[in-house]
């Protein structure tokens, strides 16, 4: 490790004219050029140092893909869509066509694909290497996680509707904004009573934010989240399932962040003068 940081800080203060052809590193062979840390500070803004240690890790990472013959195909995240949209109670058509509204879609599949990457990495990686999760286990994390299990019953909202997409979105740039063509009115719902479209928009709509503008009955829809109230705790027998894959998870990540430290100091790392 010492040698590692060693390296970096090296690195971190070389002036660009004592650089060979652009590249300022290689990591078992593998180059990091002054583009790629300049491209690297200008995204995350960070410094060099931390540009230069993010870019080694992410070509550890891809090296141990790559090594592990890992891949995923469209089907791989289609099966995992499906079933995130049945944990929410929707649809496949119904749950693709509210991410399309909320983000780009493309961009929600890139992130589901890296997801599942991540996955089979860690269970290639980790299996057979971790401590299994027991009752006490559980019960402790849920005793000091209550916040997680909590779900509110009811919702005060203010709802709009329009026929006009483009007058919901006016609103949502500027709130005091009198705007043609919306109905407004402020309502209290039930969680029990909310079809899965609309639980998943509150759900995933904090206080204090407008949500996703949906089409409903003939018009478009938008909610202004103002309180949502009366959180009852999700039982610990219902949330077990819940509680052992987080803190499995969570013992996955200890692990694997360990293993790719010990990667980083068995590397080879060359600076280019």
Known sequence: MKK???TLAVLTSLSYGSLINGI????NDMPITLYDIDKEMVSKNLSKKEA?????DTILYEEE?????????IFDINDYIDKLAASNNMNPLDFKSLIRQQQDYDAFTEKVKEQLIHEKLVQKIAAGNLKIATDEDMQRYYDNNLEKFSIFDTIEVVAYVSNSKQALMKIQKNPMENVENVLKQKITLKQNELNPEVKYILNSTSQGKF??????????NMFYILEKKDVTKIPFADAKTRIFNEIMMGREQAYLKEYFETLKITSQVKVKR
């Open 65 to 73: 893909v790559r090594k592990r013959g890992i891949s995923v195909d």
């Open 4 to 6: 590692l940081l060693a």
């Open 52 to 56: 230069v240690e993010s870019l080694f």
């Open 211 to 220: 949500s996703v503008i949906f089409p409903q009955n003939k018009a478009y």
């Open 24 to 27: 300022a590193v290689t990591i």
